[in-house]
DNA sequence: GGTTGTTGTTTCAGATTTGAAAGAGATAGA
DNA sequence: TCTATCTCTTTCAAATCTGAAACAACAACC
């Protein structure tokens, strides 16, 4: 039988998942506000402007994303629906879809990046010095080989 | 215009999300294997046990898990479904409603906890010192307050 | 070439979540 | 009281997410 958390375990666990799921609906509250896409739409406009060409197979953007196959199927279409991406057939492989961002796309994720970034300063980088920054590195490093 | 991140900076944010939503999932598929309960209803089910005589109105036990009104509606009615809670008119207020632990949603919730708290200690507490504990619970500290 | 199995993606049905609107009761002021 | 306004919860429709098929195209082997 594992050991009950003590006091101060239980604190930091309580703490660290309150917290981290609140900042995480606030980025999310605030990026919605500011420019209408949802973190989901952020994330695979990242992903793909930092591809070559920016373009991406689906199976890989799943894999980026961790999300199931149906569902980048469906965030795609719902990208594509807005003109954030367009799908296209992939030349090598004649299974595979490739999503490309448009021109919109990119507009998008380059009116939205600074005021993105001002969140994650506002909500947590600006209030950690470097000494918790490094520890925050360190222990979620440790944390992500589970 | 917000400053953009240094590479300290990026490294800590990429990190601690990635790591942290890492953990969330993994949490939740742990739990669902052992018991299957879903985080959700361990959260009410933990949530309601500390409130006394077990019982809580709607509105209350909204407001301590951050859901909406209906999503709260829902997830109740799915728990007295499966026999977890059962749910009473309130006796002071004509309009509200109880969520009550139910013997069977005791039962449960003290069948999953030891087990989510191996997994709670194998993939976070026990993989952190007590300074790094320390750290972590003044940062969050700082971050609910956003 | 013709299986056979594998892979990449979509489709489908069902579960969950959301926000807006509705309903039923409280509460306060005229 | 009466009425206007709130508050608590549910309902509804639409959006999103999941896992299990289904499908089409590849690859390996006979």
Redesign the pocket.
Known sequence: MAEPLNDAEALAWRTFIESSWALH?HLE?EL?ADTGL?M?DYHVLVVLSEAPEHRL??????GRLV????????????MVKRGLVR?QP?P???????AVLTADGLAALEAAAPMHLVTVRDSFIDRLDPDELAVITRVFSKVRKA
Chains 1, 2 share one sequence.
């Open positions: 609906t509250d919605r949802s989901n197979r689906m199976g890989e953007l799943a999300f199931s196959p149906s569902r980048i199927t469906y965030q795609i279409s719902s799908k992939c090598e492989d004649g299974r595979g879809q490739e």
